[in-house]
C-alpha cells in the first residue's frame, strides 16, 4: 500500500521482482508475492492460502528484496545456514540514503538446487532420523529462500511413465514396447517403473495428450500454481527398448550405434541377457515428443511438452530437429569427478549439437552434486559456475540441479558459489570464491588455497566417474595419505592466523576441520575393505578402522559438517552397503574372529538341478576333478561370462579343537542372489532373494549358525548352493569362521 501511495505499482514487477526504494523519511522495500492458493475444486473458491515464504511454489519476492538490501548496503552474507554461515559486518550504526528506486528481478526463471534429506521413504530404507533434522530442513531452506532460489513457474519434466504399466499393462498391451521374445510383456526381472513404451504408438500419443488435459483441468479446479509444462520423458534405465518394426523405422541407419540389454527366459526361471546393436535413440524420442508437441499445440495452448536430453536421448538427433513447444531438462555433462575443463568443453560442444537440431527451450538439469564423493572435500565451484554461465550465455532459463548432499563442512564452497550466480549469473566466480573466504577472516588466505588444493584433486581423478560404486573403489587412490597430511596442514596454519580473530573465525575453520577428519576415517575403511576383498586378510584391522569410524560419528557434535542421516542411508542401501563394511561390526559384536576360509572353492555348473541328488551337499561327492575359482569375485570375471542359473561351490576347513562346546558361525561377505548353505550335509542357513520382500539378499551379510553341523577338530565340508537369475551372480566376498567367546 505504501508502495501504491508512493507512484510505485508493485503489479507492474516482472515475477519474483522487487523494489528499493531509499527515500528521505522510510525505507521501501517491495515485491510481487504470490501466495499459493488452494481452491475448493472449482477453481474459484479458496480454502487455503499459504503464504510461507519458505514453502515451494511461492514467491516471497519482498523476502528477496530485502536480503538484496541487506546484501548491498551492510554488506551481509549468509555462507551456510545457522549462525555459523551467518557473516554480518559490525557497524556502529545504519545510515540510509536517498536515492532512486531500484527494481531487482531474476535473470534465469528456474532456479532450483534440490536438497537431500532423510525422508520417510529414506528412513524406511535404513536412514535414521536424526532429531535436528527438522530444524536443519529448515534453516536450508531459509538459506535458500535467503540466496534468492526459487522459480517463476512450474515445469514438469521428470521420468513420465513409472505408473503406466500396472495403469495400463491389462487393457492396452500395445502401448509397451516389443521386447527380444516377440511379445511386449515387461520382464519380471526388471523394476516396472523403467517399462519402455512403443512410441511409434498413436494410441500412446492419444493416452498422453488425454491424460496431460485431466491433469490440467484438475489442476486448475485445486490450485493456483502454474505449470507451464507436462512431462513425455522415458523412465529411467537403458534396457528394453522397443523392437517393432515402426519403432525401429524411426531409427536413421546412419546414427551412432549402441549395444542395449534385452532378457530372455532360460532355465530354472534364470533371464539370460542378450545385446542387440541399434541406433541411438534420440531421433526415435524426438520424433514421438514432436507428436506429442502437435497435439498439445492444439489442445492444450500454454501449455509445453517436458523431455530429456539424457541417457539413451543425450546424444543430438541426426534428423529429426525439436519442435518449438518441447521444453528440454538438459542432463549432459554434469559429472564434475573428472578432469579440471573436462565438463565445461563437454557442454559446450553438446549445447552447439543440439542447438543445431533446433533445441530452443531449455535448461541445465546436471545431476552434479548427486555426484559428490560421499561426504569427504570435493571441490568444482569454479568450472560449475563458468558451466551455468555459459548455459546462461546460451539461452538457457536456468537451472535445477540434483542434489544437494548437505555436506557444508566438505564442499560448502560449491552450493555458495552456484546459488549466488543463479540471481546473477554475471558475477564473477572468482569474485563469489574470495566472499565466501573472506567469512574466514584473517585465514581467509590460506583457507582460498586449501580450497584450490582440493580443486587441483580433480585432475588425479578418472574422467566421469559417475558411477558410484566404482567411486568407493577409487577414494583411497585419491585421497592418499600424502595429500591428506598436506590439507591438514593448510588448515593448521589457518587455525593459527584465526587465533586472534573472532571466535566464530575460529569455529568456521574449526569446521572444515572436521571434513578431514571424516576423510582421513573413512578413506581408510574403504582402503582396507578394499584390500580385504581383494586377500582375505586385515580383517580384525576393518573392524578397528569401522569402529573408528563410527566413534567419529558419535562425537560430531555440528550436524551441518557431515550429513549423517544422509550418509548412514548410503552406508545401509544394498548396493552400496558392502563397500561401506558398517554390516561386519553388528555381525561379529561380541564373537571371536577365528579365521577366513579358503579363498579358492570347488566350482560345479548345476545346469540340470539335480545337485543335491548328486551328493554335493556331503562328502559322497568326488569334487577333485571341478574346477576352483575365487569366492572373492563373481563367476562372471572367472570363465563363466552371461551366467545365470544354479551352481554349487564346495571348501573344506578344519575348526580348532579347542573350539568345542562353543558356538560357531560361518560368515558371508556376500552371495548374489539366492543361496542355500550346508555344512557336513546338513541345512544351516539359506538367503532367497524376493525383489518385494528380500530384494537386497545379494548384498547383505549371511551369519550361518553352524554350531550343530561342525565338527571342531577335523575337517568339515561346506556347500553352497547359489542361484542366480540376472546380473553377475555367486560368491563374491569372503568368508569367515567366528565364534562365542568362552
Known amino acids: ?378 571441490i568444482y565451484a569454479r568450472e560449475a559456475g563458468e558451466m551455468f554461465q555459459y548455459a546462461m550465455s546460451r539461452g538457457a532459463i536456468g537451472v535445477d540441479i540434483d542434489s544437494w548432499q548437505g555436506h557444508w563442512a566438505a564442499d560448502g564452497i560449491n552450493v555458495y558459489v552456484l546459488a549466488r550466480l543463479l540471481w546473477d549469473p554475471k558475477r564473477s566466480v572468482d569474485s563469489l570464491i574470495d566472499e565466501y573466504c573472506a567469512a574466514f577472516g584473517n585465514a581467509a588466505p590460506t583457507v582460498k588455497l586449501y580450497f584450490t588444493r582440493l580443486e587441483a584433486m580433480r585432475d588425479t581423478m578418472p574422467p566421469a566417474l559417475s558411477d558410484k560404486r566404482k567411486r568407493l573403489t577409487q577414494i583411497p587412490d585419491v585421497y592418499t595419505p600424502d595429500v591428506l597430511d598436506e590439507l591438514d596442514a593448510l588448515l593448521a596454519k589457518a587455525a593459527r592466523q584465526a587465533a586472534t580473530d573472532t571466535p566464530i573465525v575460529q569455529q568456521r575453520v574449526r569446521f572444515l576441520g572436521l571434513a578431514l577428519q571424516y576423510a582421513r576415517l573413512q578413506r581408510n575403511v574403504l582402503d582396507i575393505n578394499r584390500r580385504f576383498n581383494v586377500t582375505g586378510q586385515g580383517f580384525q584391522d576393518l573392524l578397528k578402522a569401522i569402529q573408528a569410524r563410527e566413534d567419529f560419528y558419535k562425537t560430531l557434535s555440528n550436524p551441518w559438517a557431515i550429513n549423517l542421516d544422509h550418509l548412514k542411508w548410503w552406508e545401509k542401501e544394498g548396493k552400496m552397503s558392502p563397500y561401506f563394511a558398517t554390516h561386519y561390526l553388528g555381525m561379529t559384536a561380541g564373537k571371536t574372529v577365528v579365521a577366513a576360509l579358503p579363498q579358492r572353492w570347488k566350482f560345479y555348473l548345476d545346469l540340470d538341478n539335480d545337485g543335491e541328488k548328486r551328493n554335493l551337499t556331503n562328502g559322497q561327492f568326488d569334487d577333485e576333478p571341478l574346477v576352483s575359482i575365487s569366492v572373492l569375485d563373481h563367476w562372471e570375471n572367472q570363465g563363466f561370462p552371461s551366467l545365470n542359473g544354479i551352481a554349487w561351490y564346495r571348501a573344506r576347513f578344519t575348526p580348532p579343537a579347542g573350539l568345542k562346546g562353543r558356538k560357531l558361525y560361518l560368515c558371508f561377505g556376500g552371495v548374489d542372489e539366492s543361496c542355500w548353505i550346508y555344512v557336513n550335509g546338513q541345512k544351516v542357513a539359506e538367503s532367497i532373494y524376493d525383489k518385494d520382500t528380500n530384494p537386497n539378499s545379494w548384498t547383505t551379510p549371511i551369519l550361518a549358525d553352524i554350531t550343530e553341523a561342525a565338527k571342531p577338530g577335523e575337517e568339515n565340508l561346506v556347500s553352497v548352493r547359489v542361484r542366480d537369475v540376472g546380473g553377475v551372480g555367486g560368491i563374491y566376498r569372503p568368508v569367515l569362521l567366528l565364534a562365542d567367546p568362552e
Open 1 to 378: 500500500r505504501l508502495a501504491e501511495q508512493r507512484g510505485l505499482r508493485v503489479a507492474d514487477l516482472p515475477i519474483e521482482g522487487y523494489l528499493i526504494h531509499a527515500m528521505p523519511d522510510a525505507l521501501l522495500i517491495a515485491g510481487k508475492d504470490k501466495p499459493i492458493l488452494t481452491y475448493r475444486g472449482d477453481g474459484k473458491t479458496v480454502a487455503k492460502t499459504d503464504d510461507d515464504p519458505l514453502a515451494d511454489f511461492t514467491h516471497p519476492a519482498s523476502l528477496f528484496g530485502v536480503c538484496a538490501w541487506l546484501e548491498e548496503e551492510l554488506g551481509v552474507r549468509w555462507i551456510m545456514p545457522g549462525k555459523l554461515g551467518e557473516v554480518i559486518p559490525p557497524r556502529a550504526d545504519i545510515a540510509i540514503t536517498p536515492v532512486p528506486p531500484r527494481i531487482g528481478k531474476p535473470a534465469a526463471a528456474q532456479r532450483q538446487i534440490r536438497f537431500v534429506d532423510a525422508t520417510a521413504a529414506r528412513q524406511k530404507k535404513g536412514a535414521p532420523q536424526n532429531a535436528n533434522l527438522a530444524q536443519r530442513v529448515a534453516e536450508t531452506r531459509l538459506w535458500m529462500r535467503r540466496q534468492r532460489l526459487g522459480r517463476a513457474g512450474y515445469f514438469h519434466v521428470s521420468h513420465a511413465f513409472t505408473k503406466w504399466w500396472d495403469t495400463y499393462s491389462k487393457d492396452h498391451p500395445d502401448y509397451f514396447a516389443q521386447q527380444l521374445d516377440g511379445t511386449r510383456q515387461w520382464p519380471e526381472c526388471w523394476p516396472k517403473e523403467t517399462v519402455r513404451l512403443c512410441v511409434s504408438n498413436p494410441a500412446v500419443v492419444d493416452q498422453i495428450i488425454q491424460n496431460a488435459k485431466a491433469a490440467a483441468a484438475a489442476q486448475a479446479r485445486s490450485s493456483n500454481l502454474d505449470y507451464l509444462a507436462f512431462s513425455a520423458c522415458q523412465n529411467d534405465g537403458n534396457c528394453g527398448w522397443c523392437l517393432c518394426d515402426k519403432c525401429r523405422a524411426l531409427d536413421p541407419p546412419e546414427a551412432p550405434k549402441a549395444l542395449f540389454p534385452y532378457v530372455l527366459k532360460g532355465k530354472h526361471g534364470a533371464w539370460v541377457e542378450k545385446k542387440v546393436e541399434l541406433p541411438r535413440l534420440t531421433d526415435r524420442y524426438v520424433h514421438f515428443w514432436n507428436e506429442v508437441a502437435r497435439r498439445a499445440e492444439k489442445e492444450l495452448p500454454g501449455q509445453m511438452v517436458g523431455v530429456f536430453a539424457y541417457g539413451v536421448t543425450a546424444s543430438p538427433p541426426v534428423r529429426e530437429r525439436y519442435a518449438p513447444n518441447l521444453i528440454c531438462a538438459f542432463v549432459v555433462a554434469d559429472c564434475l569427478i573428472a578432469p579440471r575443463g573436462a565438463g565445461l568443453a563437454k557442454l559446450r560442444d553438446a549445447v552447439q549439437k543440439f542447438y543445431d537440431a533446433g533445441l530452443r527451450n531449455w535448461y541445465w538439469r546436471p545431476n552434479l552434486m548427486y555426484y559428490d564423493m560421499f561426504g569427504l572435500p570435493l
